[in-house]
T-cell receptor, first 115, second 112 residues
């Protein structure tokens, strides 16, 4: 079965500091991995995804994530936080081992950026 | 593409009333998902469809909830009768493969 664990439900960083949001997954098949961002009162927006190929993937707004199979991790990073990065971030893994196309979402990490 | 379109954006209703949430997926997407988001439970998958057929409805909380997809461009989620504990944001999402969902903006439901 697939599952996602996001370590830290709340993360605070200073403006300009490194952002690191952690995600570990379990999957019985080669995973497709995703990060979504949710701004207040909005839907979830795809930030970046790993399907195959290069393990370091770049997304929108300067975010990137690295797929590390040996660590079953897909941590999200950004070198320098901006006030506009304050949002809820969800990691997800895709599963096609069953009939269907179900995604499994983590519980989310709320990012606060301190001026 | 206009994306996944949900209506209404906000719904306030009295306990016991019927509520219908609507979703128009992205054209060409053959999967459609209904999620519910609350502070306490986070994102919960309620039901999903493939080619208009319900595949997994194990997340539907109880018989008061029902979902339909009469055609590839329209789906509804109905709650009858509604209860205050149904208050949440309901999201619809669609996809064509494993390469990612596209979410709608959600319907914020308040049952008083």
């Amino acid at each position: 079965a697939q599952s996602v664990t996001q370590l830290g439900s709340h993360v605070s960083v200073s403006e300009g500091a490194l952002v690191l949001l952690r995600c570990n997954y379990s999957s019985s098949v080669p995973p497709y991995l995703f990060w979504y961002v949710q701004y207040p009162n909005q839907g979830l927006q795809l930030l970046l995804k790993y399907t195959t190929g290069a393990t370091l993937v770049k997304g929108i707004n300067g975010f990137e994530a690295e797929f590390k199979k040996s660590e079953t991790s897909f941590h999200l990073t950004k070198p320098s936080a901006h006030m506009s990065d304050a949002a809820e971030y969800f990691c997800a893994v895709s599963d096609l081992s069953r009939t269907g196309n179900q995604f499994y979402f983590g519980t989310g990490t709320s990012l606060t950026v301190i001026p | 593409d206009a994306g996944v379109i949900q209506s209404p954006r906000h719904e306030v209703t009295e306990m016991g009333q019927e509520v219908t949430l609507r979703c128009k997926p992205i054209s060409g997407h053959d999967y459609l998902f209904w999620y519910r988001q609350t502070m306490m439970r986070g994102l919960e998958l309620l039901i999903y469809f493939n080619n208009n057929v319900p595949i997994d409805d194990s997340g539907m909380p109880e018989d008061r909830f029902s979902a339909k997809m009469p055609n590839a461009s329209f789906s509804t989620l109905k709650i009858q009768p509604s209860e205050p504990r149904d208050s949440a944001v309901y999201f619809c999402a669609s996809s064509s493969d494993r390469a990612g969902y596209t979410f709608g903006s959600g319907t914020r439901l308040t049952v008083v």
